[in-house]
């Protein structure tokens, strides 16, 4: 078994530790932003402010060499080409599609999308899909109408899911119509979380969940609910690479097991010392400011420097983050 499935297998048997934590590179961007989605342009006289398909598949090829994240996260199309050139041949790392790409997911240059009632849609064929495993997601707006449709969408994804032997975790983004308001989006996202899950049997379940972190409270309890759901998270906007840190160590101290970031690490001046920097506190060496000077360390002996100085990379900026209860920054 490859690193991700020895883990999964030992949360459903109960006897994961720490170093269970999954950690996914959500590099499927392509199916949400297009060519906005492959990361900014470094080099100088570049014909786009954006990065080619091509430099997007050298940062996959990448992280897979450095062999740290457990699950690789990426478009059907993308994965054909990876498994063409055996890329995952000899690698520990479990290959991932996303599964379906509802309407809230697409970002469009210019376009409102994200602001619309999300609808269900899906791109990628589960008969063709080249691994076993992929992400399904939903959005529930608190329309009855609108929210049984997605449901139904889900089931008819289950049905095939399971005629294909295909595996998936489930993503449930937070409502985007605006009938919900912000401060009731983490707890109204458990009940239809746990709500949509009671009607199915083990075997259609999701192997975990990913979502949004709403605050410590509406996570902690969620993790509470039932201890055999594994519950991970999403990264959001990039952010400073102490808010990056800082959402691993409180969603791993509100119970989460799994984390699955996308912009975060692709808008890193280094994903690769990124991604180290990570692990390091899931692991528990170090805490979120310590692991912000390790990261700024590694790229001074390589001799670069990351484009946020020090001192504005090590502060909080996430509003969701600065909220945390007293204490749980000293957790290790």
């Known amino acids: 078994m490859n ?7 030992r949360m459903a048997a109960g006897i994961d530790t720490r170093a269970d934590f999954i950690l996914a590179d959500a590099k499927d961007a392509d199916m949400a932003a297009g060519i906005s989605a492959m990361g900014r342009n470094r080099s100088m006289g570049g014909l786009s402010p954006y990065r080619c398909r091509e430099d997007y598949l050298d940062d996959i090829r990448a992280m897979l060499e450095l062999d740290v994240v457990d699950i690789m996260l990426v478009s059907a199309s993308t994965l ?4 063409h050139e055996g890329a995952f041949n000899d690698s520990r790392v479990q290959p991932a599609i996303r599964a379906n790409d509802t309407t809230d997911l697409w970002r469009g240059r210019g376009s409102p999308y994200t602001t619309q009632r999300s609808v269900p849609f899906r791109s990628a064929s589960l008969a063709g899909a080249q691994t076993r495993l992929g992400l399904y997601s939903m959005t529930f707006n608190g329309n009855a109408e609108h929210d049984a449709h997605a449901l139904e969408c889900f089931r008819s994804f289950r049905e095939e899911a399971q005629a294909q032997g295909f595996s998936y975790f489930l993503e449930v983004f937070n409502p985007n119509e605006g009938r919900i308001a912000q401060p009731d989006w983490g707890f109204f996202l458990n009940d239809m979380i746990i709500r949509a899950l009671a009607g199915l049997l083990q075997t259609e379940r999701p192997a975990f969940l990913k979502i949004p972190f709403n605050g410590a409270a509406a996570l902690t309890e969620l993790c ?3 201890p055999r759901m594994v519950v991970g998270i999403m990264g959001g906007g990039s952010g400073t690479t102490r808010d990056c840190l800082e959402l691993l160590h409180q969603a ?20 690769l010392l990124l991604v180290q920097a990570m692990r390091h506190v899931t692991d528990g ?13 590694a790229l001074a002996r390589e001799g670069r420097r990351a484009e946020r100085a020090l001192g504005a990379d090590r502060c909080i900026t996430e509003n969701m983050l600065l909220a945390a209860p007293a204490g749980m920054g000293t957790v290790r």
């Open 80 to 83: 054909e080409t990876l498994v």
């Open 285 to 297: 060496d170090l805490l979120p400011e310590e692991a912000t000077c390790f990261y700024h360390d």
């Open 224 to 226: 509470a609910f039932d």
């Open 3 to 9: 690193r991700y499935e020895t883990k999964i297998a």
């Open 252 to 271: 791993q101290a509100c119970g989460a097991r799994a984390a699955l970031f996308g912009r975060k690490i692709v808008d890193a001046d280094d994903p």
